[in-house]
């Protein structure tokens, strides 16, 4: 009950996985992905056990395609799923069942697949993979964010819109990004401001985090306080609201 697109950006290696429904909370049964294993979208009559049993298939070395499969030999619905994935060679393959609700299918290319059912018609998955390969020059969020756009403006979901979200993995065990809109009149819109939101502060404060190959992180804060302090006077001599619905104190 949903279209996804799955990608892994071929210039860093991260992962990302974007997603909109007529359906509530979609960002929570959807998108699984971990750094420097893969992505998996699960979705349709959805079974979210595939999401992590796919991905600790991936870190154990099997191809996307073996994956398929496994997963359907044990699961007596899967006439009724569909899923997608993408591993961190830039492997990928896709699955949609046969009792999937028309209009269904998926595409798969060079390192991105995009699926969906219950759609308004093909135009939807086609108009977002091409959209996606039309953007290879932004950051993968944004070029995620362009694309199931233009899904949406081909027709999107046809029983409407509900939730969407946006989930990106660098190399960590944790998301870069995960942004979700689980019960909005214009999901894509609202992430689209979440993202400008995370853009303000917490992407940099993202990029002092601990990692794998430095757990501490950034322990004197100082220099992220000074750079998000002079992005704030530069926004704020620009004449540019900020796009957050934070309130102050004080």
């Not at 974007?18 to 979208?41: D, N």
């Not at 969407?164 to 019960?183: E, F, H, M, N, S």
Request: charged residues 25%; hydrophobic residues 40%; contains cysteine.
């Amino acid at each position: 009950m949903t279209y996804s697109i799955v990608g892994r950006d071929p210039a860093t290696g991260h992962f990302g996985i974007a997603v909109a429904s007529r359906f509530f909370a979609v960002g929570c049964a959807v998108p699984f992905l971990k750094g420097r294993v893969g992505a998996v979208a699960t979705q349709a009559f959805v079974n979210p056990t595939y999401g992590p049993d796919a991905l600790r298939l991936l870190k154990a070395g099997a191809p996307p395609d073996a994956i398929i499969p496994i997963l359907m030999e044990r699961d007596d619905g899967h006439a009724n799923r569909q899923f997608h994935l993408i591993d961190a060679q830039g492997r990928n393959a896709a699955f949609t069942g046969d009792n999937c609700v028309d209009w269904c299918g998926h595409l798969v290319a060079d390192g991105v697949s995009v699926a969906g059912n219950m759609l308004e018609g093909p135009a939807v998955i086609g108009d977002t993979l091409a959209a996606y390969k039309n953007a290879m020059d932004k950051p993968l969020a944004e070029r995620l964010l362009i694309a199931m756009q233009a899904g949406e403006d081909a027709g999107g979901d046809k029983r409407g819109k509900q939730s969407a979200c946006l989930v990106t993995y660098r190399d960590q065990d944790y998301p870069w990004l995960d942004i979700r809109a689980d019960d909005h009149a214009d999901p894509l819109d609202e992430l689209r401001r979440l993202y400008a939101v995370a853009q303000e502060r917490f992407l940099h404060v993202a990029e002092t985090m601990p990692t794998r190959e430095n757990p501490h992180g950034m322990v004197d804060r100082r220099a992220i306080d000074d750079t998000i302090a002079r992005l704030e006077a530069e926004r704020i001599a620009a004449g540019r609201p900020t796009a957050s619905h934070m309130v102050n104190k004080g």
